[in-house]
């Protein structure tokens, strides 16, 4: 990649004296003092992919996705530290500067090849871990907006000077790689629990910020005279697809960030109504909004004084009527005793507030444990959804163990955890056969268990359909054979329990459920 400076300014018209003296003093003082050649070399030297850098790139990931799982910001900012992803994109940018297409495809190379690891390491990092719900540090990463971009475009500014001016590029390096190391651990974490949402928005994120840095520096490496040589076709096409990129960009950032703002309003708004709500001397302590849910979910705790004690249901009919769209409004109230002092109110405020929680979590893994036994897991591997209650788990293979053991564990842990729905999912296998006796097509209570148990297991097993044997393929058949009509006592049982049928190739005496092509989640 070379460079050439034009030696001497293009004609001025005499009125263009002010412009022209512009130039001669940006070619002097601004282009003038700087080592092209030098600075391309530098930057050729460093911006391909090498065995260094994918190490390097590998480990400041999994520094990265650590430090998001642990929420520690300082444990993601030692990441940036070792990140080598400045140099192949400055590489990128000066390459565009310069109509580079070599080294254009030498820096996308290096890039794409440092993403990639980034993303599969960090998401082998996530399937091993322990720790896998979203924390704070992972969800900033997930809904991109303008502020980013400007995030990125003023990292990428003093990225550019530092190389070209050659001060201090260690440190804007660390800046450079904070706008896009944590994109793509975020990315590798989404990717790892399967979560689309998570993965898509991260991936936002790092476009954009992948984006704003290359231009930025393409922009920066034209200001310093880098690429001055090129037609004025040439530069007038770099500058109309800048402006255009920029553009494109900053149109769905800038909704996004507008979509932010009204939330942040509605927060308030919410936080108002219910303080508004209850007397002077209640407090909101806690407010928590899903904006994504349909309705609007609300969560909220009100510390309010015990004669205070409101109507959920009214308060929801409230907030529902000045927000004009349907809530959900989940109200936990903590009550205090007006005679107690203010030190004592604290107290009690505090002890009470903790004492509901700790109960909360207490029961929580109380089940969880009970749970865990009974599928013969650790309590780390039960799923625990507080809000609606509901717990589940997926048992691992015992020796001798049928269908039938599993539903009685369930049952069994259903009624020690009242008011919790408990789901145990059993080892995939085989259903259970359901037997008829000789010249007979009713189902006796032992086919009816087996029928019924394998309703279960389908359920369990996300099977929404079953395929029956002998079940015949065309409705209303006149004479129905003994097959067929033990088929259809099968089917009719099934169809209670809420599950497809479809017919299977005819049995014997037995018939195996198995399920049906194509019905399978």
Do not use: C
Not at 27 to 52: C, F, L, N
Not at 103 to 129: D, H, K, P, Q, Y
Not at 237 to 246: H, R, S
Not at 329 to 339: A, E, G, K, M, R
């Amino acid at each position: 990649m070379t460079d050439r400076i034009a030696e001497t300014p293009p004609e001025a018209p005499e009125s263009g004296l002010r412009a022209l003296a512009i130039y001669r003093w940006w070619k002097q003082s601004i282009v003038g003092v700087i080592d092209h050649e030098e600075v391309v070399d530098r930057i050729i030297a460093d911006s391909g992919w090498s065995p260094r850098y994918a190490f390097m790139t590998m480990m400041s990931a999994g520094i990265a996705v650590l430090g998001l799982l642990l929420s520690s910001p300082a444990v993601v900012i030692g990441a940036m530290l070792i990140s080598p992803l400045m140099s192949p994109i400055l590489g990128l940018g000066f390459s565009l500067a310069l109509f580079d297409f070599a080294e254009m495809r030498r820096s996308l190379t290096a890039l794409a090849v440092g993403a990639v690891l980034a993303v599969a390491f960090t998401a082998l990092i996530v399937l091993a871990s322990p720790l896998k719900a979203p924390t704070v540090e992972i969800l900033a990463r997930t809904r991109p907006n303008l502020f980013d971009l400007l995030v990125a475009l003023f990292a990428a500014l003093a990225g550019t000077f530092a190389i070209i001016r050659g001060r201090g590029e260690t440190i804007v390096g660390v800046a450079i790689a904070t706008a896009l190391m944590p994109p793509l651990a975020t990315v590798g974490y989404g990717l790892a629990i399967g979560n689309m949402a998570i993965l898509s928005g991260a991936l936002a994120l790092f476009a954009t910020n992948f984006l704003t840095i290359a231009l930025s520096a393409t922009i920066m490496a034209r200001f310093y005279g880098f690429g001055h040589y090129l037609s004025s076709q040439q530069s007038w096409t770099q500058t109309v697809v800048l402006a255009l990129v920029f553009v494109g960009m900053s149109v769905p950032l800038a909704v996004s960030l507008g979509r932010i703002a009204r939330e942040t309003v509605m927060t308030t708004q919410i936080r108002s109504i219910l303080t508004g709500s209850f007397s002077a001397n209640a407090r909101v302590t806690q407010l928590d909004v899903d904006y994504d849910h349909t309705p609007l979910l609300i969560r909220s705790v009100v510390i309010a004084p015990r004669a205070g004690a409101k109507d959920s249901k009214a308060i929801e009919s409230d907030v529902a009527r000045q927000l004009a769209q349907p809530v959900r409004l989940q109200l936990d109230q903590v009550l205090l005793d007006p005679s107690v002092g203010s030190v004592g109110a604290q107290r009690a405020e505090l002890e009470q507030a903790s004492a509901a929680a700790a109960a909360d979590d207490a029961e929580a893994m109380s089940i969880a444990r009970l749970v865990a036994l009974a599928a013969g897991i650790e309590p780390d591997d039960v799923t625990i959804d507080r809000d609606h209650r509901r717990i589940a788990a997926t048992a691992v293979p015992l020796p001798d163990a049928g269908a039938e053991t599993y539903r009685a564990l369930e049952q069994r842990a259903a009624q020690t955890a009242k008011g919790w729905h408990v789901t145990i999912v059993p080892p995939l296998g085989s259903l259970p056969t359901i037997r008829f006796a000789d010249n007979i097509d009713t189902l006796d209570p032992p086919a009816r268990e087996a029928v019924l148990l394998s309703a279960w297991e389908a359920r369990r097993w996300n099977i929404p359909a079953l395929a029956v044997p002998g079940l015949p393929r065309e409705p209303g058949v006149a004479r129905p054979s003994l097959t067929q009509r033990r088929g259809l006592a099968v089917a009719a049982l099934l169809r209670q329990q809420r599950i497809v049928t479809v017919p299977a190739p005819t049995a014997g005496q037995s018939f195996a459920l198995s399920a049906s092509s194509g019905a399978v989640r």
